[in-house]
């Protein structure tokens, strides 16, 4: 290959802003004229670490704007420390096929428990796999909703919302929910009902939602839907960020009690689905 024709190819990477083909050309080129490389591999070769760089800046970009900073994994979750966690059941989901069913996941736990770290990690594994995520806390999704209400925008809000492939909304009963948050969370709700999946993670029992929301009747609502197609995972044990003092803590909260599921209602053509 003459040196006018790689100038040419250069140019040509510069001006289709291919960096990383850039910076890799001239080891493939070497390895062409040792006959390590044929011209179709090299071809190959030279495509793969450019189509490898954008999507590691498409995941970098994603991970940015759908609110999952800073990075969760499943491999660094530390499942030992939980022991009521059925690991096999998570990397089950890690799988997605909830979100192609349009399932809503509920994380149930007491503070420090490891449900936030997974649903990001959830997060994380959907975005790699092309899907649009978002994650808020309810009492941040509430807020934009009664704000984009105020300013006369809610249908178009809502609409944003629903387009999204998987919704992560976290801390469900940590923070009160402000005058008509309840049914602005159940209009989302029924516009993303059976259309898309969430995850949800709350430190609350589904028994307790009608004092989360101020709203017994919405409450129930919610729970109609959200409880209709689920995947219901509960975690007992001890904080993890406390781990090293626990013995500092009060003991009704060394040993929370178990966050327990109400048996799901059997409705006439559906199945409560628990994979």
């Excluded at 966050?259 to 199945?271: D, Y």
Aim: glycine share 6%; net charge positive.
């Amino acid at each position: 290959m003459t040196a006018r024709m790689l100038d040419a190819i250069r140019s040509s990477l510069v001006s289709l802003r291919m960096r990383r083909a850039l910076e890799e050309l001239d080891a493939i080129v070497r390895q062409l004229e040792r006959g390590q490389l044929g011209a179709i591999e090299a071809i190959h070769n030279l495509l793969t670490a450019e189509a490898a760089r954008r999507e590691d800046r498409r995941v970098a970009m994603a991970l940015k704007t759908c609110r999952l900073a800073p990075i969760k994994t499943l491999e660094g979750f530390d499942f030992s420390f939980q022991p009521s966690l059925d690991r096999d059941r998570i990397m089950a989901l890690a799988e997605l096929d909830f979100i192609r069913r349009h399932e809503t996941v509920h994380l149930l736990g007491p503070p420090g428990t490891g449900k936030s770290h997974l649903a990001c990690a959830l997060g994380i594994r959907a975005v790699k796999a092309g899907k649009r995520v978002y994650r808020t806390t309810l009492v941040e999704l509430v807020e934009s909703l009664a704000q984009a209400a105020r300013e006369g925008r809610l249908v178009s809000k809502l609409r944003f919302y629903a387009r999204i492939s998987l919704l992560i909304v976290d801390e469900i009963g940590y923070l009160p929910v402000s005058e008509g948050g309840a049914n602005l969370f159940f209009q989302l709700v029924s516009a993303r009902y059976e259309k898309a999946a969430m995850i949800l993670t709350s430190n609350r029992g589904f028994g307790e939602w009608g004092e989360v929301f101020g709203d017994p009747v919405v409450a129930t609502a919610l729970l109609d839907r959200l409880l209709h197609h689920a995947v219901v995972i509960p975690i007992e044990g001890s904080s993890y960020r406390l781990r090293q003092h626990s013995d500092l803590m009060p003991e009704h909260v060394r040993t929370n009690a178990t966050i327990i599921p109400p048996a799901p209602k059997p409705q006439k053509g559906a199945t409560m689905t628990d994979n």
